[in-house]
Every structure is written in C-alpha cells, then in structure tokens.
T-cell receptor, first 111, second 114 residues
Framework: QKEVEQDPGPLSVPEGAIVSLNCTYS??????FMWYRQYSRKGPELLMY????GNKEDGRFTAQVDKSSKYISLFIRDSQPSDSATYLC???????????FGTGTSLTVIP | GAVVSQHPSWVICKSGTSVKIECRSL??????MFWYRQFPKQSLMLMAT?????????EQGVEKDKFLINHASLTLSTLTVTSAHPEDSSFYIC??????????FGSGTRLTVV
C-alpha cells in the first residue's frame, strides 16, 4: 500500500465551481500536511501548510485534515481559470522528516 | 502503484567533496525526471528537468557545473553536487513521470555539508 493516495484526475469544472481535492494516507505518524500547486514546467508552489488535525483557510482555499480517517482535503471556492494546475498533497512525520507526496490531481477550470 | 526510490535519504559530507544522489523509478519507465531543492518551510524549487538520453534543462540561477544531472536510462537519474559547500545544505527531492502519468516523488535526501 502506498503511503499517500491521490486520484490523478483529470478534473474539469466550470468557472465559479467549488473544487474538492483529496488525499488519503496510511501512516498515522504523519503530523504535517501540505498542499502544493504546480503549473506546467514549474516547481510545486506551497499553497497550504497544516499541522495536525483541523481546518485552515486562506482566501479561496481551505485545507482540512481528519487524522482519525487519515484523510485530507483542499477546497477551492469560486474557482478561476488561473487555478488550472496540478495539485499535490504531501505529508511528513515531523520537521526534517521525509516527505511523502501524492501523485497530483490535474485540475482544469473552464471559463 | 508507481514507486520512486531516492538514495541516500540523508548524507553528511565535508566541504569541498562531491555527493551523488540517485533517483530510480522502480516499476515504470520515466521519460522525464525533475530535481527540486527545498529550504526549511519553503516551497520546492525546481532545479532542472531531465529527459532520458538528453542533457538536463536547468532553471535560471541553477549552476549546471555545480549540480550535475545525468539521466542515462528510463529508470535512473542522478544529481551530483560537486565541490559542496555549507550553503548547499538542503533537502533535495526528485520526481519522475511519463506522458499521461502523474508525478511520483522520491522521499528526498537531506544533505548537510560541514
């Protein structure tokens, strides 16, 4: 079983839709959870960084962590064409520990 | 599922020496591999893109003579940090992909230069 599972998509939504991106994981020791956005030919850009369980909101983006279910989500409200990218989840057991990435979900927001 | 093995997971080296990091795709043929660098609490920075059998394409500001990348086969890419200095201490991570495939990341290498 892989450490982190993420549906690669592709996911296509109309502009203004709410997007839900999800990852599941198997290692209960993971404490740090991250979401990255990657545009074509660019390095992943850190979007959200969450420690342990709970919600974190930043503008149109909300990250949720449910450690009991080993499930994390990223919600994008009022999606824009500029949100079209690949979104990767990542997690680790602690600062300085190894990262484990999902494979990324390709998102296209249609104007 | 796709697996990328990155080795070593951590390494300490003396200033002035060279360090080689390997990235292997274990169960698929990776036509493209990426090398990233990350400083604490910062995003991954793309260093270079390598396609099997051709020279790596380096991002602006990355010294190609210092960070040597070789992608000799569809399952192996290596990053050699030459004449390492303390400022090269960082977390290096690779990812591998092929057309219509997601990205698969290695688990990273923590390099400490003393």
């Amino acid at each position: 079983q892989k450490e982190v599972e993420q549906d690669p998509g592709p996911l296509s939504v109309p502009e203004g839709a709410i997007v839900s991106l999800n990852c599941t994981y198997s290692n209960s020791a993971f404490q740090y959870f991250m979401w990255y956005r990657q545009y074509s030919r660019k390095g992943p850009e850190l979007l959200m960084y969450t420690y342990s369980s709970g919600n974190k909101e930043d503008g149109r983006f909300t990250a949720q962590v449910d450690k009991s279910s080993k499930y994390i989500s990223l919600f994008i409200r009022d999606s824009q064409p500029s949100d079209s990218a690949t979104y990767l989840c990542a997690m680790s057991g602690g600062a300085g520990n190894q990262f484990y990435f999902g494979t990324g979900t390709s998102l296209t927001v249609i104007p | 599922g796709a697996v990328v093995s990155q080795h070593p997971s951590w390494v300490i080296c003396k200033s002035g020496t060279s360090v080689k990091i390997e990235c292997r795709s274990l169960d698929f043929q990776a036509t493209t591999m990426f090398w990233y660098r990350q400083f604490p609490k910062q995003s991954l920075m793309l260093m270079a893109t390598s396609n099997e059998g051709s020279k790596a394409t380096y991002e602006q500001g990355v010294e190609k003579d210092k960070f040597l990348i070789n992608h000799a086969s569809l399952t192996l890419s290596t990053l050699t940090v030459t004449s390492a200095h303390p400022e090269d201490s960082s977390f290096y991570i690779c990812s591998a992909t092929k057309p219509n495939y997601g990205y698969t990341f290695g688990s990273g290498t923590r390099l400490t230069v003393v």
